[in-house]
């Protein structure tokens, strides 16, 4: 079935250092892949999406870039803040859309 | 602000009651869901709905009853709780676009 596997955490940072986060996936078809965060106390939002192959997707400074061959979509940024601190999740769907499947997510500490 | 509303945000039971769990969206979503967060296990899908009257059962279904009577809402009944079944839960809706829309989540503890 399909699956996704990320790094466990935590993981911690100085601010402005480079984070990655490793994710791969198993999927049959052709599916979308998304990472979400959740900050404390709060319900997941999603941070960024990519729906086909060499597909970026991007948002306030966090990037992922979707590889059919290498079954990952990593997420990086790089200058980490303090206010990035949170739990990152990597998700796929399948084609219909009907269910997500989620990683085990991946607690990010940044420091001052 | 359009989203998804989850009530209540906490609560405590005592092993064998029941309650009730609601899930209400304002963005006409057709699809769904109740997820179950528990430390160290990402996000298991319990139950989930394609549209108005129609349930499916997710990965861990055991002990959770729901129903969607309006597409605007999607409740989730406990009708014996465990204290198996403490655990943070979390409503989500999506529509005809990808991603989902999340609640922020009720925290439940059983004793």
């Known amino acids: 079935g399909d699956s996704v596997t990320q790094m466990e955490g935590p993981v911690t940072l100085s601010e402005e250092a480079f984070l990655t986060i490793n994710c791969t996936y198993t999927?049959?078809?052709?599916?979308?892949l998304f990472w979400y965060v959740q900050y404390p106390g709060e319900g997941l939002q999603l941070l960024l999406k990519a729906t086909k192959a060499d597909d970026k997707g991007s948002n306030k400074g966090f990037e992922a870039t979707y590889r059919k061959e290498t079954t990952s979509f990593h997420l990086e940024k790089g200058s980490v803040q303090v206010s990035d601190s949170a739990v990152y999740f990597c998700a796929l769907s399948d084609q219909g859309f009907n269910k997500f499947y989620f990683g085990s997510g991946t607690k990010l500490n940044v420091k001052p | 602000n359009a989203g998804v509303t989850q009530t209540p945000k906490f609560r405590v039971l005592k092993t064998g009651q029941s309650m009730t769990l609601l899930c209400a969206q304002d963005?006409?979503?057709?699809?769904m869901y109740w997820y179950r967060q528990d430390p160290g296990m990402g996000l298991r899908l319990i139950h989930y709905?394609?549209?108005?009257?129609?349930?499916a059962k997710g990965e861990v279904p055991d002990g959770y009853n729901v129903s969607r009577l309006k597409k605007q809402n999607f409740l989730l009944g406990l009708e014996s709780a465990a204290p198996s079944q403490t655990s943070v839960y979390f409503c989500a809706s999506t529509g005809v676009v990808y991603g989902y829309t999340f609640g922020s989540g009720t925290r439940l503890t059983v004793v």
């Open positions: 999927a049959t078809g052709y599916p979308s």
């Open positions: 963005m006409n979503h057709e699809y």
């Open positions: 709905s394609v549209g108005e009257g129609t349930t």
